[in-house]
């Protein structure tokens, strides 16, 4: 008896095994996006994208690092999304800056205090002001998520382009103008 394993042992670390393999498949699943992919915007607008991310039962904490073309988009602000803000427990989140010279990428550093969260949802919520005409990719650089007992994931990432357009010119008529012409 000292030295032998009996049945429920080994159907248990069966059972710890398949559990085990499952959890970690499914952490290879996960996605995460900026929302639109595609956007067109004027020169001078604001624009506000949601980077989010697919079912994650278990989401502790991330870091969220994005690259854009500072030529075309300037970040105006890298806030927290609802997967944070929105689940009723403490949590922080750093923004940290940019030392480059232009500053050409965004990071987020965030976790919840006391328990978790679980996706779907959004992570973040990326503003942007467009400076130049033409297109701006944002691409992931670096995304890594961590659940409770610390274990880090990470997820597959795509990026967006952001096309920015000039104003077109508009000519003020009156009625009386325009009546003439389609007459």
Not at 97 to 122: F, H, I, Q, R
Not at 160 to 165: G, S
Not at 175 to 181: M, T
Request: one cysteine or more.
């Amino acid at each position: 008896m000292g030295g032998s394993i009996d049945m429920r042992s080994i159907v248990t670390i069966a059972l710890g095994v398949l559990l085990a393999g499952g959890a970690a498949s499914a952490a290879r699943g996960v996605t995460v996006s900026i929302v639109p992919a595609d956007t067109t915007v004027t020169v001078g607008d604001t624009l506000s994208l949601r980077v989010v991310c697919t079912d994650f039962p278990d989401l502790k904490g991330f870091e969220l690092v994005h690259a854009f073309d500072p030529v075309r988009l300037a970040s105006l602000a890298v806030q927290p999304g609802d997967l944070l803000t929105g689940i009723g427990r403490a949590y922080v989140a750093y923004s940290l800056p940019d030392v480059s010279v232009p500053a050409d990428s965004t990071w987020l550093d965030a976790a919840v205090l006391d328990g978790s969260t679980a996706g779907p949802g959004v992570l973040e919520y990326l503003v942007f002001k467009a400076l130049g005409v033409g297109s701006a990719s944002i691409e992931c650089l670096d995304v890594l998520f961590r659940d409770s007992s610390n274990a880090s994931t990470v997820p597959a990432c795509t990026g967006a382009m952001v096309r920015i357009t000039t104003a077109t010119p508009v000519r003020r008529a009156s009625w009386g103008s325009l009546k003439s012409v389609y007459r």
